[in-house]
């Protein structure tokens, strides 16, 4: 039971929730000892969420998991969880996230609170809506962005916001580019969307093309920005901007000639281009930031 519940919970995707270090971070307090516990805290928290929504949407797609060779393994799908225990124990993490918030900042309480309820609101409907479903995706990574801010107590730069809305759009357009190349595959007829009728691979490559650029503009205009730039005391955050492009254009290659996109925290990882890019762009951060000085 305890391992079922385990797995539905999901802990290989609180990566994601790695972008509540993002502020703290750029904000110098990611290593300070009087603020790390609260930014630890805030990943926590919405560690708790996230596996919390995770549970809540097995169980709203247990009938279409069964029919999907993939997800009939699920521990809701296959029975080896009851629906009368995932519930339950989805609103024991959701409160202890919500909780958690409240106990470090006030305002992260709120932040992990609204996550909560909007992400309930996908799983119960809103993802069947056009677009609004990919927008539901993108709020979470914004939420988490200054929820961390929130914890750290640190003002949190337009420029960084906007970066994380158009990452986040970008990596959710890709995954339903997958799910919709899937489909017009023939695979998975279990699995199919009610929004992937109306989402074309044509119609999202245009709306990828558009968040790409916006992604590598947003980010590099963070970098030069006159509060970035004055905060810092230094221009050289321009000198990560390359690691971002290879990023956002590995991930391309991925989605594109190596069919992945579907799982975007799995197939970032299991990329090693990926991962050592990654690792590169945050070791050039710390550095010109300071923390490895």
Same mark, same amino acid.
């Given at each position: ?6 797995? =539905? ?26 603020? +790390? ?18 549970? %809540? ?5 247990? *009938? ?26 989805? +609103? ?7 909780? %958690? ?19 309930? !609101?996908?799983?119960? !409907? ?42 986040? %759009? ?15 595959? !023939? *695979? ?9 009728? *109306? ?6 490559? *245009? ?5 790409? =650029? ?30 971002? %492009? ?12 190596? !069919? ?34």
């Amino acid at each position: 039971m305890i391992g079922a519940v385990v797995e =539905a919970a999901r802990p290989h995707q609180w990566m994601k929730n790695c972008f509540v270090f993002a502020a703290p971070l750029f904000g110098r307090r990611l290593f300070d000892p009087v603020f +790390a516990p609260s930014a630890a805290a805030a990943f926590a928290a919405f560690c708790l969420a996230a596996s919390a929504v995770y549970l %809540l949407n097995d169980v709203a797609d247990r *009938e279409r998991d069964r029919a999907h060779p993939v997800k009939r393994h699920r521990p809701v799908a296959s029975g080896r969880l009851a629906v009368g225990v995932a519930l339950p124990v989805s +609103a024991c993490l959701a409160l202890s996230g919500v909780a %958690l918030g409240l106990r470090v900042e006030p305002v992260l309480g709120a932040l992990v609170a609204t996550y909560v309820v909007v992400q309930t !609101g996908y799983c119960l !409907g809103l993802r069947s809506v056009v677009l609004v479903d990919v927008f539901c995706i993108a709020s979470g990574f914004v939420l988490r962005v200054l929820a961390g801010a929130a914890a750290v107590r640190v003002p949190v730069s337009q420029w960084l916001v906007l970066t994380t809305i158009f990452l986040s %759009l970008f990596l959710a357009l890709c995954k339903r580019r997958a799910e919709a190349t899937e489909l017009g595959s !023939g *695979e998975a007829p279990g699995d199919h969307r009610t929004t992937l009728r *109306e989402y074309t691979p044509a119609f999202l490559d *245009e709306l990828i093309a558009v968040t790409t =650029a916006s992604v590598v503009l947003s980010y590099g205009l963070y970098t030069q920005d006159v509060r970035t730039v004055q905060e810092f005391g230094t221009r050289n955050m321009v000198l990560t901007v390359p690691f971002v %492009l290879f990023g956002v254009f590995r991930y391309l290659f991925l989605v594109h000639r190596r !069919g992945r996109g579907a799982a975007p925290v799995t197939d970032a990882l299991r990329d090693p281009p990926s991962v050592a890019n990654a690792a590169l762009w945050l070791a050039a951060t710390l550095a010109i930031l300071g923390h490895l000085l």
